[in-house]
């Protein structure tokens, strides 16, 4: 069976840090490509950032996101880290993660994501 399980969100003050957890099983883990996805209240879901499993390329949907969030990957572990500093009230979401077969197409789209794990809700006050 197929599972991503999302964990570590949290309340943090502006500003904290948090760091979320996917963890995967039921699935060649180094195949896949794993993505974190966010959704606020009233607004759609969008891209967060992904990690190739199998040669660590990643991609950051905001640039604005790129030193504030990190991803990585234990492959080991099986398990994909989101790395959370600096946070904003505006990173108040749900977020998921996903796992998307690599494949010659980088970074994976939407539809590509074959998995998705429960949401864990991020909340940042101000």
């Known amino acids: 069976e197929v599972q991503l399980q999302a964990y570590g969100g949290g309340l943090v003050q502006a500003g904290g840090s948090l760091r979320l957890s996917c963890a995967a099983s039921g699935f060649t883990f180094d195949d896949y490509a794993i993505g974190w996805f966010r959704q606020a209240p009233g607004k759609e879901r969008e891209g967060v950032l992904c990690i190739s499993n199998t040669d660590r390329r990643t991609y950051y949907a905001d640039d604005s996101m790129e030193g504030r969030f990190t991803i990585s990957s234990d492959n080991v572990k099986k398990t994909v880290y989101l790395q959370m500093n600096s946070l904003k009230p505006e990173d108040t979401a749900v977020y998921y993660c996903?796992?998307?077969?690599?494949?010659?197409?980088?970074?994976?789209?939407?539809?590509?994501?074959?998995?998705w794990g429960q949401g864990t809700q991020v909340t940042v006050s101000s």
């Open positions: 996903a796992a998307a077969q690599n494949s010659e197409t980088w970074p994976p789209k939407a539809r590509d994501y074959l998995y």
